[in-house]
């Protein structure tokens, strides 16, 4: 006996022009019925609650929502709120989540690095014609996938989920609490809970998921004179050294119509306003006559979470630590992890139809997940570890980014999202080249020590 049921497609949605209207496209899987073991759900599908209507809960909920489980996101900010993150999207999530390009603010193809002592690499010359780094605001890309999510028929909610009920047995239910508008208080009982909901994720509490590292960061937006805003018309600037971050960097990302200046940090936390006026100082002849108009601070996990999978719970995005070291980058990989999950929850209830355990969110969900990525995630934690821990490791790190096979190789790793396959000898020089200006900076005998993957 089998069963055909409909999954969220990663090409299925098109999006070509600006006044459009998202077309949702579906595809049939067969799966063999008699092999599950799980009890039908009678008169009813699956009910998923999706905690968090960022790019990892919208992504979940429309590939939950496709592959027929009912399903409820809940988002506690309107849509116009706007999101404090730096917004740089890599090219292949344009294309993998059908992203409109008239959401994108800015298509960078120049990037510049900046030393400690303001040695300036152009960081971008390997850049075909038709690449480039999307620009994006966090608050655009967020209404625009909880509104796909609708469409393809979950049931959003403006809600803040205050807690989550655990069940007391196997198959009962989850009941989520959750205030409307501050003020009505309600409550929903589920089979399946994705918790999206950040870094201070209130799902990951409920479920004693345990604490992970964090590191701050810290924005400010503004809005430059138009002669000012050209500089950034199609460049983004990052500065390295302790004034901007002992062990990040600073950034100058462009807006539509402003630009996004900031840093971060896990050693300082208590300093990140100093080191803000750092970048601040960095770039003050290009901003001078700025109006600023925002300023904002989130935290963001740098290492994934203990526990990621309990019971019938799956934690994705900044709620399961899903944000790489060395380049700070979460968008993609909260999108990827929640349609991943979305799509884990289909398979293994058949569509909505069959109860789902602990054992199917590991197999469908967890071993796919970290199959792709965990390599990756190692590689850039590495990177870290090297060139940010002192002005010396990172004068290495700038004279590094000039070589136009280590930029060839960043950006393809980058804006596909897969670690770029080399040549041996180039890849061999790269090494030697590296080692030499670490020696150079006199740090090599200080790092070894401590890099173990």
């Known amino acids: 006996m089998a069963a055909k049921i409909l999954t969220f497609s990663p090409f299925s949605l098109n999006t070509k022009t600006k006044s459009s209207k998202s077309k949702l496209h579906v595809n049939k899987l067969t799966i063999i019925a008699s092999k599950s073991t799980h009890p039908s759900i009678a008169g009813r599908k699956l009910r998923a609650a999706v905690i968090g209507g960022g790019p990892a809960g919208s992504s979940a909920a429309e590939a939950l929502a496709a592959g027929g489980v009912e399903t409820f996101l809940f988002e506690r900010n309107p849509p116009s709120a706007a999101k404090p993150c730096g917004g740089a999207i890599p090219l292949c999530m344009l294309d993998e989540f059908s992203i409109p390009l008239h959401l994108v603010d800015r298509h960078v193809t120049r990037m510049r690095i900046f030393s400690p002592s303001n040695i300036a690499v152009d960081f971008g010359k390997t850049l075909k014609s038709n690449e480039f780094i999307a620009m994006l605001r966090r608050e655009v890309l967020d209404s625009f996938l909880r509104s796909r999510a609708a469409s393809a028929g979950a049931t959003v909610i403006s809600a803040l989920v205050t807690a989550v009920d655990l069940p007391p047995s196997p198959t009962a239910p989850y009941t989520i609490h959750y205030t409307v508008q501050n003020t009505y208080r309600r409550s929903l009982a589920v089979d399946v809970v994705i918790g999206a909901d950040g870094a201070n994720s209130r799902v990951a509490k409920s479920i004693g998921a345990g604490d992970y590292t964090c590191a701050i960061a810290f924005q400010e937006r503004i809005r430059l004179p138009d002669e000012k805003m050209a500089h950034y018309e199609n460049l983004a600037e990052m500065y390295v050294g302790n004034d901007v971050s002992p062990d990040f960097y ?12 900031g840093t971060g940090t896990v050693r300082s936390k208590q300093d990140i306003k100093l080191l803000q006026r750092g970048i601040r100082d960095r770039v003050r002849d290009k901003i001078n006559g700025g109006k600023l108009i925002k300023v904002e601070a989130h935290p963001i996990p740098e290492h994934p979470r203990p526990v990621r999978v309990k019971g019938r719970v799956a934690l994705v995005g900044d709620a399961a630590g899903y944000v790489t070291k060395c380049s700070g980058e979460g968008i993609y990989f909260a999108a990827k992890s929640g349609r991943v999950c979305g799509n884990a929850v289909v398979k293994a209830s058949e569509g ?27 590689f850039l934690d590495l990177l870290q570890r090297v060139f940010y821990g002192s002005n010396a ?11 136009e096979y280590v930029q060839r190789m960043t950006f393809e790793s980058y804006l596909y999202k897969k670690l770029a396959k080399g040549r041996v000898l180039d890849d061999a020089k790269m090494v030697m080249n590296t080692i030499g200006s670490l020696v150079k900076c006199n740090i090599l005998g200080r790092k070894m020590e401590g890099l173990i993957l």
Not at 250 to 261: I, L, Q, S, T
Not at 358 to 372: Q, T
């Open 393 to 403: 490791a990172k004068e290495a790190l700038v004279e590094l980014c000039g070589d």
């Open 250 to 261: 600073g950034w100058v990302f462009p807006k539509c119509d402003h630009v996004a200046v």
């Open 352 to 378: 909505g139809l069959k109860m789902i355990d602990e054992h199917d969110l590991r197999r469908e969900y967890l071993k796919i997940w970290d199959g792709e990525y965990t390599s990756m995630f190692r």
